[in-house]
Every structure is written in C-alpha cells, then in structure tokens.
C-alpha cells in the first residue's frame, strides 16, 4: 500500500482499520461498524472495538510526522537543523522497530490471556523472555508448540500476503537498528530502509491479524448464537 504520497489525512486513520469481535475474538479490516453489527465467525451482535491499542497509531503517526519532516520545514520557510534524534533516515527504522515490538508485545499478552493465564504469569513470562527474538523462538513457541517460521509461512499461505518476506525486511532492519544504538553504527540503515519501514507497515499489522485470528480467536461458529 503506497500512501507516502498522502499528507493532509492520518496515516493510522488509513492503516489502523482491524476491529476485534467482543465475543469469538476475530479481527476483520473494516470501516466503523455502526449499527446493525453481527459477526460472521460466531453470529453474535455483542459489538466490536478497535483491535490495536493506541500506541500502534500514535507510532504510524509519526512516522508521517518524520516522513514529511523536510517538506514542512521548505513550507514554512524555516532553516532546518536536523539531528540524530530529527533526521527521518534514523528515526523512521527506529519506530517500526517499536511497532513491531508493541504488536508482538500485545498478541503475547493476548495469547496468554485466552489461555487463561493471569496478568502475574503474563508479565513474569515476558520478563523471562526479554528481547523480541527470545519471545519470537522461545515464549510463541512455548504457548503455541509451533515455530515462528512455521507460523508464518501459515498465515501467509491464508492471506497470499507474503509475511516472511515482511519479517525477513524487519529483522534487517532491526539488525541495522541495533548497530546503531548500541555501537554508535549509524551507517547500518542504509539508504533504502526508510522507504521500506512505511511500505511495510500495513503488511505488518496484517501479520499480526493474521497471527491473532490463528491462535487466538475462537475460529468455529457458535451455531447457538
């Protein structure tokens, strides 16, 4: 989905469209249902609410916010002084990283849940297992008896959204990300990774959709409801 050419309407208003059935759990992208709202997994009219909780389009947001950085300071008439904490080329890889970590973060704690672990239990698995590869490898794995990989080669083959490739781009620049946080590498993001955060988010959220409606929601109809 291109929408680097979209500046006058939210990013995350465009992206963040998920809604998560209140009964069975299944996310769908859809407009604001109003009234008149059934379920098409269970057939039951409890409602719905937004599926991702609102770091996720604050984050979308301002990656808008730095995408378009330059152009608004040539607008405006302003000198621009751009930093290492201003500079779109850093800080764009910077919170699609973040994106990816608060959506792993989230569907962890909404695995956990439906298997009915306590916020306690939750929040002690996720300290055991404190980097994003260790929750990816060692925590989905553990909750779910099967690998990463494995899982996302399944979504993929249900949706035709190629997932890996997704994940593979993300690791890049994860790896790149790293590089430059921790040895001051600030060559590691290469020139193409900006461009490449944006394109790949809405294949992101569709990977975590794709994950959550797999091993979260309750995928068989209620034929009571």
Known sequence: MNITGIRNQ???GLLNVFY????????????????????????????????????????????QDFYFLHDR???QGDA????????????????????EEVALEDFLHALMRKQALPLPARIKLLKEHRTGRQRRLKLFRRLTCRSWDDALAEVHEASQIDFPKTFAFYREVNHARNRFLHAGAQWAIKPNHP????????????????????FVCVQHRNENM
């Open 195 to 214: 461009q490449g955060c944006i394109d790949h988010i809405w294949p992101l959220l569709k990977l975590f959709v794709g994950l959550h409606n797999r």
């Open 80 to 99: 621009v002084r751009l930093s290492l904490e201003t500079n779109p080329h850093i800080v764009i890889p910077l919170l699609f990283c973040t994106l």
């Open 73 to 75: 300071s040539e607008v």
């Open 20 to 63: 998560i059935c209140l009964n069975c759990d299944l996310v769908e992208a859809q407009g604001l249902p109003l009234g008149g709202y059934k379920c098409r997994n269970c057939g039951h009219p409890s409602g719905v609410r937004m599926f991702y909780s609102v770091i996720i389009p604050n984050l979308i947001d301002a990656i």
């Open 10 to 12: 939210s990013w995350a």
